[in-house]
């Protein structure tokens, strides 16, 4: 079955750099394109970073681009966040996420997220 | 970026009674692929969200048939025919028309 596992949150000081993976297996990697989405404590869902399914196309809300990297390697299926310059407002619990492949923007799968907290 | 507005934000729920949510967008949402890309998840406490809709109107294989979806152009409804104690939690409805996708403020499920 689908699984999607994300690792390397944590507690790092303002403006510094952090990079999250998600590791992937029960399906092929190589063919779906892939998202980062985040959760602010007690708020809403954001979709910060998409990437294609062979990493040729690659968009970015405006709240985190010039500052976060979304990048992938096929051959050991894994999705990074390569994240700099961080702010307080990137607190967030942060999930990797899979497209249906069919169309548009559809997530049909989860991970179960990382937290990632900004402070000083 | 599109606006996703759900109502209510809230609602109480009788078990083995209907209920309805209501999430408009401040775009259409009709691809200029013809499709309409409007999805509805469930994101029970502690846990990641679940797809239960995409497309409006197809249920996602892993969600019970008692939940539907139906709408068109800037206004959808998700609707539950006969609630169980298991669907309590936040539901999100997500538009993927337009970069980025949006989601709603989400409408939080609690039995009465």
């Known amino acids: 079955q689908v699984q999607l596992v994300e690792s390397g949150g944590g507690v790092v000081q303002p403006g510094r750099s952090l990079r999250l993976s998600c590791a992937a297996s029960?399906?092929?990697?190589?063919?779906?394109?892939m998202y980062w989405v985040r959760q602010a404590p007690g708020r809403g869902l954001e979709c910060v970073a998409v990437i294609s399914y062979d990493g040729s196309e690659k968009y970015y809300a405006d709240s985190v681009r010039g500052r976060f990297t979304i990048s992938r390697d096929n051959s050991n299926y894994t999705l990074y966040l390569q994240m700099n310059s961080l702010r307080a407002e990137d607190t967030a619990l942060y999930y990797c996420?899979?497209?249906?492949?069919?169309?548009?923007?559809?997530?049909?799968?989860w991970g179960q997220g990382t937290l990632v907290t900004v402070s000083s | 970026d599109v606006v996703m507005t759900q109502s209510p934000l809230s609602l109480p729920v009788t078990p083995g009674q209907p209920a309805a949510i209501s999430c408009r967008s401040s775009q259409s949402l009709v691809h200029s692929d013809g499709n309409t890309y409007l999805n509805w998840f469930h994101q029970r406490p502690g846990q990641s969200p679940r797809r239960l809709i995409y497309k409006v109107s197809n249920r996602d294989s892993r969600a019970p048939d008692r939940f539907s979806g139906s709408g068109s152009g800037t206004d959808f409804t998700l609707k539950i025919s006969r609630v169980e104690a298991e669907d309590v939690g936040v539901y999100y409805c997500m538009q993927g028309a337009r970069w980025p996708p949006t989601f709603g403020q989400g409408t939080k499920v609690e039995i009465k």
């Open positions: 029960g399906f092929t990697f190589s063919t779906y394109s």
């Open positions: 996420a899979r497209d249906q492949g069919d169309g548009y923007n559809q997530i049909d799968y």
